[in-house]
């Protein structure tokens, strides 16, 4: 009886120790914050290129090398290639600063909020330590967004239509134009106008439900978060 007790505990023993063996832990793959999952991370694209000594409609000039480009608060940083253009994936979500260096660079811009599974493609100029956002065109997570200049209007582009941080941007009848709290229309658009658009983004092509004039006055630069660039 004794020793029929004794092999029912072992087996009982044996039966627990094998339940519970787990197979180690494999880290999940995160952002630069630990933790964070990658569906919760973004990716930045983009191009680095010196800024003109007037900022107009085409601010920008020549893609620069050498420069590094960081997302400040993280360890996140990569180097632009040949034709200016960088990746920084797994970028977490929040509020974004790039620090800009070297190749004569040496400046910080602000990206505003980033969304979770978001991709931002920008434009930034840069001239020493000054740096501003050119365009910036938001998709992969919700309501695609652009921000950027009016670089061409009809009858160079077709009626309703135009280019804007090097995107065609489609509007007809039902797209609201807004400055601030006054309605504007298509031909309210000019060249060198800084414009913020909402709608639905395919390939090259900008579907715009809502276009919002942000700066009149088609010489002064402006960063999105509203710091004049000199």
Do not use: W, Y
């Not at 501003?132 to 997570?141: C, F, H, N, P, T």
């Amino acid at each position: 009886m004794r020793r029929g007790l004794g092999l029912t505990l072992l087996a009982a023993i044996l039966a627990s120790a094998c339940g519970s063996s787990k197979t180690p832990t494999e880290p999940s793959a995160t952002g630069t914050t630990p933790g964070t999952p990658v569906g919760s991370s973004a990716t930045i694209t983009g191009s680095v290129q010196g800024a003109t000594s007037a900022l107009t409609s085409a601010s920008s000039g020549a893609a620069l090398t050498g420069v590094t480009v960081s997302v400040v608060g993280t360890s996140l940083s990569t180097s632009v290639d040949g034709a200016g253009r960088f990746t920084l994936a797994k970028v977490p979500t929040g509020s974004i600063q790039l620090q800009l260096s070297g190749g004569g660079a040496n400046a910080t811009v602000a990206l505003g909020s980033v969304e979770p599974s978001q991709v931002v493609d920008v434009v930034l100029a840069v001239a020493g330590s000054t740096a501003s956002l050119e365009s910036a065109v938001r998709s992969g997570a919700g309501e695609a967004q652009l921000e950027g200049r009016v670089e061409s209007l009809p009858p160079t582009m077709a009626a309703l239509t135009f280019k804007a941080a090097g995107r065609t941007v489609k509007t007809d009848a039902s797209t609201r134009f807004v400055d601030g709290s006054q309605a504007r229309t298509f031909s309210d658009l000019q060249i060198g106008m800084r414009i913020h658009a909402k709608g639905v983004l395919a390939g090259d092509q900008f579907t715009a439900t809502l276009v919002e004039l942000q700066n009149s006055n088609t010489t002064i630069p402006v960063e999105v978060n509203g710091v004049l660039a000199k």
